[in-house]
């Protein structure tokens, strides 16, 4: 039940743009989305809890289609600042959750 | 300061040995949760409580207890640790449903 992830790795020039996609196999109840830098703790960026949901997060955005069971997750004018792996935690049934096996991002000067 | 705090940062133990994982909230979260991180597996929840007394399995709770005789703590115990066991845990509280979770720092467990 665990959602897929695409790219397993991005690499990047500062101020370019990036999009990560989570699927699911099944209905899904919400979506979060979470940074995590190595070595430290994962940082929750932002949660969808409708189909067709969009939000946004300074540069950061993310949107939600119900119908196709998937979210995605955008990076506009990436900063160094954004470099770190990023996760979609799914939840199926309320509070039971399954990540993503996560996305490496790495933006060089 | 709003925080999760996980002790010990640190563990190497043997095999078989009982420990717990101390897990406290300050925010006065009702819902908490445990996860392992695993290279290329991502992060794995292995129970979850929605409060106080009310706990439940996650995806990969074997060899795993946990409880919630209060609100702030949720400890994580590990009966008779075994070497596949060694991974990385993490604590995390929200305030209810449908809000983000906010994660401790984690505990780097070793078990030989």
């Known amino acids: 039940q665990q959602p897929v992830q695409s790219p397993q790795a991005v690499i990047l020039r500062e101020g370019e743009d990036a999009v990560i996609n989570c699927s699911s196999s099944k209905a899904l109840y919400s979506v979060h989305w979470y940074r995590q830098k190595h070595g430290e703790a994962p940082v929750f960026l932002m949660i969808?809890?409708?189909?067709?949901e969009q939000k946004g997060h300074d540069k950061i955005s993310a949107s939600f289609n119900e119908k196709k069971q998937q979210s995605s997750l955008y990076l506009t004018a990436s900063q160094l600042s954004y470099s770190g792996t990023y996760f979609c935690g799914i939840e199926y049934n309320f509070n039971k959750f399954y990540f993503g096996s996560g996305t490496k991002l790495n933006v060089k000067p | 300061e709003a925080q999760v705090t996980q002790n010990p940062r640190y563990l190497i133990t043997v095999t078989g040995k009982k420990l717990t994982v101390t897990c406290s909230q300050n925010?006065?979260?009702?819902?908490m949760s445990w996860y392992r991180q695993d290279p290329g597996l991502g992060l794995r929840q292995i129970y979850y409580s929605m409060n106080v007394e009310v706990t439940d399995k996650g995806d990969v709770p074997e060899g795993y207890k946990v409880s919630r005789k209060e609100k702030r703590n949720f400890p994580l115990i590990l009966e008779s640790p075994s070497p596949n066991q060694t991974s990385l845990y993490f604590c995390?509280?929200?305030?209810?449903?449908?809000?983000?979770?906010?994660f401790g720092s984690g505990t780097r467990l070793t078990v030989v």
């Open positions: 995390a509280s929200s305030i209810r449903g449908n809000y983000g979770y906010t």
């Open positions: 969808l809890l409708k189909g067709g």
């Open positions: 925010m006065n979260h009702e819902y």
